[in-house]
C-alpha cells in the first residue's frame, strides 16, 4: 500500500520532463507516490503506557485520553485516536532510524531522484538529535553524517561515473535567511540578502553558498561548521534555536566516464530539521518571544495548509509563497521528489495534547503525494562533439554516393558571400529570362535560390513603392487629421499634391486651404435645409461664397485632365452646382444650435449628395482627385499604346522596303569593294529609320510598363477612398438621422466607437417601391460604376450595411426582371 498510482494531477510546481531511463529502469514517470511518515518516540522512563500504544506491525499508534472530569460527568469529548503510518519507532537507535527512514532515499538520489526527509515535533522531543545527532559521539550520529557517509560509499561503488558532491546549509528565523556556512571560504555569486528563485529546474536560494565536497571528511568539516555557526548564531543574534528552521542540502551531479553518454543527472537531498511545533499560547510568551512564536506558528501553519491542499484532490492552487519555509521546501512537497516525514514525539501524559497534534500533522501529510522522476540533462558540450562526429561520417557518406552517382564533387557546406552573390545573379537573370534554367545542385543551394527570390522581390517592391513615392504625396486617406495638419502646414495644396510639384500643375491652384474656412455656406446645404423643412439651421459666421471662390472653383475643374469617362464628367458638373470646399462640422460649437431632425430622414441619394458636400467633402475631394489622376494615367497609357502600335506599323513598313532594297541589290549582282559591302543611300537611310524606330519602340514600351505599375497603385488608392466615402456616408447618415441626440452624446466623449457604426436594424426601410429604391441607389453608386456593388458585397462589416447591400440585391433581382 506504500505506492499508489494516483489520478495525474497538474499543481505541484515544475515538472521535470525526462527522457525514459532504459539502464535503470527504475524512473516511474507518472506514477505518484505518497509522503512517508514515521513516528519516533522519544525514550523516557516515564512513558504513558495506558494512554500511548502502538500496533503489532509497528505501524500504528493509538492514543487513549482519560475522560476530562472537569467538563462534566456528559461531555463529547473524544478520548480515542488511532493513527496508521509507514513505520512507527520507539526505543530505535540512530542506526535503525538511518536504515528505515533514509536510506532509500539517500540510494535513489544517486540514480537522480530528489529527496527530502523532514523532522517535525514540539521542541525538545528529538528532531535535531534525529537529524543531527550528537557530535561528541560517533554512534549517536544523526541522519546529516550517515547520509554524507552512504553517498561518499556509493560514489566509490561507482567508478563509472564522475559524481560531484555539494552541500548547502540553510537556516530560516523569523522569515529571514541566514546561510550557515557563509563563514567558509566560497567562490560565487554572494547575493545580499539572500532570494528564493524558482525556475523550470526547481526552486533554489539565490545568494546561499554551496561547497563542493571531494570527500567524506570535508562534507563532515562543513556540517560541523554549519552546527557551529547555528549555536553561535543562536546566541550572538539572541535567537532562539528552536524557532529556526534548518535546511542541509546535498547536491549530487553524476556524468557517465563513458564520453559519448550525453545524459548526466542531477539531484538533491534536503534535510529538514524544523523549528518545534508547540502552539502559541502554552508559553504565555511576549514581546520579542512572541514575535517569534507568532512566527513560527506561522510558517508551520503555512506548512500546514500547502499540506493540507496539497492532500485534497481537488485543489487547484497550493498556497507555496506564503512563508520562506514553503516556498523554499516547493518542489520538495509537492514536487517529483522522494518525501520523507519524521515526527518527534514525547512518551509522556503530559506532552499528550503536543504528540496528538504532531500526530495528526503526520496523517495529513500522509495523503500527500509526489511524482518522483529522475533529473536527466544533457552535457552540451558532449552532445556539440557527438553531433561534429556524426556530421564528419554524414559528410563521408555522401561523398561515396556522389562518386557512385557518377557526380562531380559537390560541396555541402553552408555558402559563402560569393556563393550566395552567384545565386541572386542567377535568380536576377532567370526573372530577366536571359537564364532559361537553374541547374539543382544540393538542398541548401535550392533554399538559397528561394531565399534570393524573396530577396529580389523585394527590392522591386520597395523600387516601385519608391519611384511612386516621388510622384505622390502618401498620406493614409483615413487619416484625417494628418491631412489638414499637412494643408495647415502648407507643405501640400488643397489636392494634396506637393507645393511646387509639377506633377499637380493642372489641379487647384492657387485655391486657398479647405480647413481655413469655416461656416461657409453651400448650395448644397440650403438643398439640405430645404429638405428638412427647417429655417432654424445657424450658419455660424457664414458669409456668401464669394464670386473669386467660384472662380477658382470653377477654373479648377477646367484644369483637371479631361476624361471620356462619364462619371468623371458627371462629378465635374456636379461639383460645378455646389461648392465642394466646406469644414467638417463636427467638433465646432455650432453642433449644438443644429436644427431639429426631420421626422423622416431624406431619402440616400439626397443626402449622399449632402455628404459629399458638407461632413464628406474632404474624403469626396481626395476621391476625385485621385480619380483624375487615375483617368489621365489611364488615358496617358492608351495614347502611348497607340504611339506603340503606330511605332510597329511603322517598323513592318520600313522592314519591308529594307527588304525590298536588299533583295534589288542580290538581283542586280552586288558591289563590293575591299570586302566591304556598299550600299546605296536608300537602303541606308531605311536602316538607319529602322534603328531609331526600334529605339523609340523600346522607350516607350518602358514608358508603358511604367504608367500599367502606376496605374495599377492608383487605382487601388481610388478603391480605398470609395470605401471610406460610403462607410463614413453610412455612419454620418445613421448620426445625423436615426441614432438618439442623447445616446450620441454618451457615447461621444473617450469612446472609440462612434455613435453612427452603432448597428441600426432599420435603418434601410427607404419607403418607396423597388424600382424606385434602385433607380436611387443607382445614383449613389453611379460614379463608382457597377463595380461598387461588388466592393460593398465584401467589406460590408456592420448589420448596418449588411441591410443595404440585402435590399440591393433584391432590387437589382427586380431590375433583371
Ligand atoms: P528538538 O530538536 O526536537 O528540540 P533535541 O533533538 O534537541 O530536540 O532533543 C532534546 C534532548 O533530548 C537532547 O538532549 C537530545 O540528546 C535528547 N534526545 C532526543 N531524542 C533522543 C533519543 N532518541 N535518544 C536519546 N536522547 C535523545
Ligand atoms: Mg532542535
Redesign the pocket.
Known amino acids: 500500500m506504500d505506492e499508489e498510482a494516483a489520478p495525474e494531477r497538474d499543481k505541484n510546481g515544475p515538472k521535470f520532463h525526462c527522457l525514459p531511463h532504459s539502464t535503470q529502469g527504475s524512473a516511474r514517470m507518472g506514477t505518484r507516490k505518497k509522503v512517508h511518515t514515521f513516528v519516533?518516540v522519544?525514550?523516557t522512563d516515564d512513558f504513558a503506557h495506558e494512554m500511548i500504544k502502538y500496533g503489532d506491525d509497528n505501524k500504528s499508534i493509538d492514543i487513549h485520553l482519560k475522560k476530562d472530569t472537569r467538563r462534566g460527568v456528559v461531555n463529547n469529548q473524544q478520548t480515542d485516536w488511532s493513527f496508521k503510518l509507514d513505520g512507527v519507532l520507539h526505543n530505535a537507535s540512530q542506526d535503525l532510524v538511518y536504515e528505515t527512514v533514509a536510506k532509500d532515499v539517500v540510494a535513489q538520489a544517486l540514480d537522480g531522484y530528489n529527496g527530502t526527509i523532514m523532522c517535525y515535533?514540539q521542541?525538545?522531543?528529538?528532531?535535531?538529535?534525529?537529524m543531527t545527532g550528537?557530535t561528541e559521539n560517533y554512534k549517536h550520529r544523526g541522519i546529516l553524517p550517515r547520509a554524507l557517509q552512504q553517498v561518499f560509499r556509493m560514489i566509490e561503488e561507482r567508478p563509472t561515473h564522475a559524481i560531484t558532491v555539494r552541500v548547502s546549509y540553510l537556516e530560516i528565523y523569523n522569515e529571514s535567511l541566514f546561510d550557515l556556512l557563509s563563514t567558509l571560504p566560497y567562490v560565487g555569486p554572494s547575493v545580499t540578502p539572500m532570494t528564493i528563485v524558482e525556475n523550470p529546474q526547481g526552486v533554489f536560494i539565490k545568494g546561499l553558498s554551496v561547497h563542493l565536497t571531494s570527500q567524506e571528511e570535508d562534507a563532515f568539516s562543513l556540517l560541523f561548521e554549519g552546527e557551529t555557526n547555528r549555536i553561535i548564531a543562536s546566541h550572538t543574534m539572541n535567537k532562539n534555536s528552536?524557532r529556526s528552521h534548518c535546511i542541509f542540502t546535498i547536491y549530487v551531479e553524476a556524468h557517465s566516464r563513458t564520453l559519448s553518454d550525453e545524459k548526466y543527472i542531477t539531484s538533491k537531498i534536503n534535510l529538514v530539521?524544523l523549528a518545534?511545533s508547540e502552539r502559541l499560547g502554552k508559553s504565555g510568551s511576549e514581546g520579542r518571544v512572541l514575535k517569534e512564536a507568532t512566527y513560527i506558528n506561522k510558517s508551520l501553519s503555512f506548512l500546514e495548509q500547502a499540506i493540507v491542499a496539497l492532500g485534497d484532490q481537488k485543489r487547484e492552487h497550493i498556497p507555496f509563497r506564503q512563508c520562506k519555509l514553503t516556498h523554499a521546501l516547493k518542489d520538495s512537497l509537492g514536487g517529483n521528489c522522494n518525501m520523507v516525514l519524521l515526527t518527534?514525539i514525547y512518551g509522556e501524559a503530559a506532552q499528550l495534547e503536543e504528540t496528538l497534534s504532531s500526530l495528526r500533522f503526520a496523517s495529513r501529510m500522509k495523503l500527500v503525494t509526489t511524482e518522483p522522476a529522475i533529473n536527466e540533462k544533457y552535457d552540451a558540450e558532449r552532445m556539440v562533439k557527438n553531433l561534429e562526429k556524426e556530421l564528419a561520417l554524414l559528410k563521408q557518406e555522401l561523398a561515396i554516393h556522389d562518386s557512385l552517382a557518377n557526380r562531380t564533387l559537390v560541396n555541402y557546406d553552408p555558402m559563402d558571400e560569393i556563393q550566395i552573390a552567384e545565386i541572386n545573379s542567377q535568380v536576377r537573370r532567370y526573372l530577366e529570362g536571359t537564364l532559361d534554367e537553374i541547374d539543382i545542385i544540393n538542398l541548401r543551394q535550392i533554399q538559397e535560390v528561394f531565399n534570393q527570390f524573396r530577396v529580389v522581390l523585394s527590392q522591386q517592391e520597395q523600387e516601385v513603392e519608391s519611384a511612386l513615392r516621388r510622384k505622390y504625396t502618401l498620406i493614409d486617406k483615413n487619416d484625417f487629421a494628418a491631412i489638414s495638419a499637412v494643408q495647415k502646414a502648407g507643405l501640400v495644396d488643397v489636392d494634396g499634391h506637393l507645393v511646387g510639384e509639377p506633377d499637380g500643375q493642372g489641379f487647384g491652384l492657387g485655391v486657398t486651404p479647405f480647413s481655413a474656412k469655416p461656416g461657409k455656406k453651400s448650395k448644397s446645404k440650403k438643398t439640405f435645409k430645404e429638405q428638412l423643412s427647417s429655417s432654424a439651421r445657424k450658419e455660424g459666421a457664414s458669409s456668401p461664397v464669394s464670386g473669386k471662390e467660384l472662380d477658382v472653383s470653377t477654373s479648377k475643374t477646367q484644369l483637371t485632365p479631361s476624361s471620356k469617362e462619364g462619371d468623371v464628367k458627371d462629378m465635374t458638373i456636379r461639383e460645378r452646382e455646389t461648392s465642394s470646399i466646406e469644414p467638417l462640422p463636427s467638433d465646432s460649437p455650432k453642433e449644438e444650435l443644429r436644427p431639429p431632425r426631420p421626422s423622416t430622414p431624406p431619402p440616400k441619394p439626397v443626402a449622399f449628395e449632402d455628404f459629399k458636400n458638407e461632413r464628406g467633402s474632404e474624403i469626396n475631394r481626395i476621391f476625385k482627385e485621385n480619380k483624375s489622376i487615375l483617368n489621365e494615367r489611364r488615358k496617358r497609357a492608351s495614347e502611348t499604346t497607340q504611339r506603340i502600335n503606330a511605332i510597329k506599323r511603322e517598323m513592318d513598313v520600313t522592314k519591308e522596303a529594307l527588304n525590298f532594297q536588299k533583295s534589288l541589290r542580290e538581283k542586280q549582282g552586288e558591289y563590293e569593294n575591299k570586302g566591304l559591302m556598299i550600299i546605296d543611300e536608300e537602303e541606308f537611310l531605311l536602316i538607319l529609320k529602322l534603328k531609331d524606330l526600334k529605339k523609340q519602340y523600346r522607350t516607350e514600351y518602358q514608358d508603358l510598363r511604367d504608367l500599367r505599375a502606376e496605374i495599377q497603385y492608383c487605382q487601388h488608392l481610388v478603391d480605398q477612398c470609395r470605401h471610406r466615402l460610403l462607410t463614413e456616408f453610412d455612419i454620418w447618415y445613421n448620426e445625423s438621422f436615426f441614432i438618439p441626440e442623447d445616446l450620441q452624446v454618451a457615447l461621444k466623449p473617450g469612446g472609440s466607437i462612434r455613435p453612427g457604426m452603432v448597428p441600426v436594424s432599420r435603418i434601410m426601410s427607404l419607403g418607396e417601391d423597388a424600382q424606385d429604391k434602385f433607380s436611387q441607389l443607382q445614383q449613389v453608386l453611379l460614379p463608382e460604376g457597377p463595380d461598387s456593388v461588388a466592393f460593398y458585397n465584401a467589406k460590408v462589416k456592420t448589420e448596418q450595411k449588411h441591410n443595404y447591400l440585402k435590399t440591393m440585391m433584391g432590387l437589382q433581382q427586380a431590375h433583371r426582371k
Open positions: 519516533r522519544k525514550p515535533g521542541t525538545g522531543a528529538g528532531k535535531t538529535y534525529t550528537t528552536s530539521d518545534g518527534n
